[in-house]
């Protein structure tokens, strides 16, 4: 594999945006045909973009610790988004600290840290952050970002004044605001926009919601512009998890009670756990699209390698520099997993475990916890898994499941990275 360009001579600042809730389809960059991104498909423009690209669980809380540790969910132990009932919060926090982080890392090179949006892990100075939003006091409402929720749809002003704060020094920014999440209230201005007579009014909110996140993207990259900041700034983007949105009109299950459609968040189905990622760097990462498969476990040697940080312990993803420094690389394999909402058992993560998953090539295996009957997809000739070919496909199924239990195999106390 090709390697990266050498180091700045300065090193680089680092801004990590992370859509909340978004399909991997609705960008204009990916081809919808009515949701407008134009900042965000400028950004595609100057990045190396990879389209098929995935977070290993649909979830937001283990989707983010991966991204912040560079570990899978069964690694570094935070699997679902609360804990067991009737059990402290507090108890999962020790996770995040059992862990080095991005912010860890990133401050032996002297970089400060931000915090804004989503967070699930107490205080973010359990995980290195030097500046945050949030304040995770349970005592004080503190779930999943409290006060840091607040970016994004009120304004980017604690962004900013962190920017201009810093100076010289290196920063790295955590940008994960509650968007599109729901609520699914946006400007009316833009759900104006989306309004139609045939089209159901979940969609319009939807849709304008993913312009509003796209706005804010706008503000905070031409910031960085008017600061002369952009040339020596890592940008990443990824999305958190998928989400279909569910309508009326959307057929579901007996008793379905969210407000997403079946087969997106939450689940192992592309609408669940497929994202864009783009990685800019003006002068190191020529921009293109990259055919590779890549995912957001990647993020973190990415960020280390621009950044001349080496870990202890080898982390289990990729540069992404590397594999954008050379367009026709390919990458084989990459996995996922995907648990309860609650947690089970804190200490367990196999007590969580609802399915495995591992894309092969254009081949992706659906491995169901308990059930001996996989799923078997071609995504080339059927992105959307309607088609299950286990039965007609067995011997590639079994040589699929190989690799899932080389990978993990929740039934040894022990496990590959």
Known sequence: MATAPPCHSAPPNVLLIISDDQSWTDFGFMGHPTIRTPHID?????????????????????????????????????????????????????HIQAHPTLP???????????????????????????????????????????????????GLKPIMNFIDDCGETPFFIWYAPFLPHTPHN???????????????????RYYAMCTWFDETCGQLLDHLD?????????VLF???NGWIQRTPQTEVPKGWRFRFAPSSKRSPNEGGIRTPIMVRWPGHIKPGTRQALASSIDLAPTILAATDVRPEKTLPGHDLLALAAAPHATRETI???????DVADIDRPAASLQFRWVRHGGWKLISRTGSTTPQLFNLANDPHETRNLAGSQSDRASRMRQLLDNWWNPA??????
């Open 238 to 240: 990824v999305v958190d």
């Open 42 to 94: 400028r950004l595609a423009r100057q990045s190396a973009v990879f389209p098929h690209a995935y977070v290993p669980s649909s979830l937001c809380r283990p989707s983010l610790a991966t991204m912040v540790t560079g570990l899978y969910p069964h690694q570094h132990g935070i699997t679902g988004n609360d804990p067991p009932r009737g059990t402290d919060r507090s108890k999962m926090l020790k």
């Open 104 to 154: 860890r890392w990133l401050a032996t090179k002297g970089y400060r840290s931000l915090q804004t949006g989503k967070w699930w892990e107490g205080h973010p100075r359990l995980a290195g952050f030097t500046d945050a939003m949030t304040h995770g006091d349970p005592k004080r409402g503190g779930r999943h970002g409290d006060l840091g929720l607040k970016i994004g749809r009120t």
């Open 412 to 417: 040894r106390r022990k496990s590959r990275p």
């Open 186 to 204: 946006p400007p009316k201005r833009l759900l104006d926009r989306y309004r139609a007579e045939d089209r159901p009014i979940e969609l319009s």
């Open 335 to 341: 996995y996922g997993e995907i648990f309860a909402h």
């Open 226 to 234: 008017r600061k002369q900041l952009s040339d020596n700034t890592l």
